[in-house]
């Protein structure tokens, strides 16, 4: 079996290893969600040795990271998931009220630390880089060469959106997700216009950063 092929089939695994564990999230008490980010980011490695994936074709790339940031057209496609995630959390705050602002920090407090805004920042850097290589970089990216870029942008931003589930009104959730679920989308053909997925980790990165300033500006 070829290195390509060997490629492919650990994809499409790690792939469904991904989706199961994220699924735990719904289907049992015990979640395991976070297993699915730490699956994601060795499949994302472990694929790009097999493949022997040369330095410019890979998916995650620090030296090209100013080239790549120029494909986004201006850095059109960094702001673009700014502005949907801010007019999420205005809409969200006039459709529910303090009852939405309070479901988006209670899925994240038990993760991050809102005390120390240095740990915070650095809690994003991590966090948003993490996702990306996972959910990004592998899901969508590896993914694509193997199901089309659409089939595997939509699976991986469905997956990601549902690792963000939490419980509360029903209405408050899946307003939640779906923006969850937009932003993963815009990431997907950020990292799609650029075949990397440190460009799409800058933009989630400026995501998180601006929605909690004005959450705790506004609300805190």
């Known amino acids: 079996m070829n290195?390509?092929?060997?490629g492919r089939i650990l994809t499409i695994i790690g792939i469904v290893v991904m989706t199961v564990l994220v699924l735990t999230r719904i289907l049992f008490t015990h979640q395991f969600t976070e297993y699915s980010l730490v699956s994601g980011i060795a499949f994302f490695f472990i694929v790009e040795w097999v493949v022997k994936t040369p330095d410019n074709e890979s998916g995650l790339r620090f030296k090209?990271?100013?080239d790549d940031l120029k494909k986004c057209g201006s850095l059109l496609w960094l702001i673009i998931p700014i502005i949907s995630s801010l007019v999420s959390i205005v809409l969200g705050t006039a459709m529910f009220g303090r009852q939405y602002v309070d479901h988006v920090l209670g899925r994240s407090d038990s993760i991050?630390?809102?005390?120390n805004i240095l740990i915070l920042t650095g809690q994003f850097i991590i966090g948003a880089l993490g996702e990306e290589i996972a959910f990004r970089g592998f899901f969508t990216g590896k993914g694509m060469k193997i199901f089309g870029f659409w089939p595997a942008a939509l699976a991986s931003s469905a997956v990601f959106a549902l690792a963000h589930l939490a419980s509360g009104n029903t209405a408050v959730v899946i307003y939640d997700l779906t923006g969850i679920l937009i932003d993963a989308i815009i990431y997907s053909l950020i990292m799609r216009k650029t075949n990397n997925c440190l460009i799409s980790a800058v933009s989630h990165f400026l995501v998180n950063m601006?929605?909690?300033?004005?959450?705790?500006?506004?609300f805190r």
């Open 3 to 6: 290195r390509t092929n060997k």
């Open 112 to 115: 991050l630390n809102f005390e």
């Open 64 to 66: 090209t990271f100013f």
């Open 210 to 218: 601006s929605g909690m300033i004005i959450v705790f500006a506004c």
